[in-house]
């Protein structure tokens, strides 16, 4: 997994003393994993929710591997 980062407005309150904020996860899951829209994970001991549709990376054209399920996970609030 890595974290999804955005930049905030210059000069606005968000950037206060960081140049970035983040904003979710990006999560590449094991080969045939089966993960939905409604579902939600911990990560890091927070509770995030799957944003968009989940990726299958599908074969390696040369080696023949299955790749990863990639998908986006933000943070619950409220």
Do not use: N
Request: glycine letters at 16%; proline letters at 9%; one cysteine or more.
């Amino acid at each position: 997994m890595t974290p999804r980062q955005s930049a905030p407005d210059v000069g606005g309150d968000e950037q206060q003393g960081r140049d970035t904020v983040i904003v979710g996860w990006t999560v590449y899951a094991p080969p045939g994993s089966d993960w939905r829209t409604t579902d939600q994970v911990r990560i890091r001991g927070e509770l995030c929710e799957i944003t968009g549709e989940p990726g299958d990376w599908g074969h390696s054209v040369f080696t023949g591997t299955p790749g990863p399920v990639q998908f986006a996970a933000d943070r619950v609030t409220g």
